[in-house]
């Protein structure tokens, strides 16, 4: 999630950091839609799912969408930042700490049903194959404990499939309700917003 303007650059490895402590965990295969899910999003359906996580007590998220834009708006939408503040429900705002257009790191800050939410979060950007890998920054304070996963742009007849997955960890900082909310409907409503945005003309 980048301001817009900020340009994006192929992936370069990574050096001992951040990055090479949680890149392993992404090194896994993308998840892909059953053929019941193949149907739904033909019908411009949003499909949610929410596998066992693979952490015992973290909950896991995958999602995908169909857009009628080119994998290039799509990640476009992705990377906009201040849209998808205004398009939340939940974030109020955001800060960038790093700036590297490879591999920047942000603040993002928000509050729902009266409960607030800072996390540090870092990224991978892969401009090339229109991929977004994330991960929380171990080296700043967040109000979860763990938050890894990844966007993915798919080139399909007419248009785009973008496929999100998460695996959070919130550490009791939030209320159950809650947590089940950001995981399920939370992703839904960010997904409802990227379409819109990747589709406007």
């Not at 992936?11 to 993308?30: I, N, Q």
């Not at 952490?55 to 939408?77: C, I, Q």
């Not at 404990?145 to 009791?172: D, H, K, L, S």
Request: with cysteine.
């Amino acid at each position: 999630m980048l301001e817009k303007g900020i340009s994006c650059s192929p992936r370069r490895a990574p050096e001992t950091d951040v990055y090479a402590l949680f890149l392993a965990t992404l090194a896994l295969a993308r998840p892909v839609p059953t053929e019941a899910e193949l149907s739904a999003l033909a019908r411009r359906e949003i499909v949610v799912r929410t596998p066992p996580p693979r952490t015992p007590g973290a909950h896991r998220v995958e999602a995908f969408l169909d857009a009628r834009a080119t994998p290039a708006s799509a990640f476009a939408a992705l990377m906009d930042a201040e849209a998808r503040v205004r398009g939340s429900g939940v974030l109020k705002g955001y800060e960038i700490y790093r700036r590297d257009p490879v591999r920047p790191c942000m603040r993002w800050y928000g509050s729902r049903f009266g409960f607030s939410l800072n996390v540090h979060t870092c990224y991978v950007v892969d401009a090339t194959r229109w991929q977004l890998d994330f991960a929380l920054d171990p080296t700043r304070p967040s109000d979860i404990t763990t938050n890894v996963g990844g966007y993915t742009m798919e080139a399909i007849p007419g248009g785009t499939r973008v496929i999100f997955e998460a695996e959070t960890a919130f550490g009791g900082s939030l209320p159950g309700f809650l947590q089940q909310w950001l995981t399920t409907q939370g992703a839904r409503d960010y997904l409802t917003g990227l379409r819109a945005r990747a589709e406007a003309p």
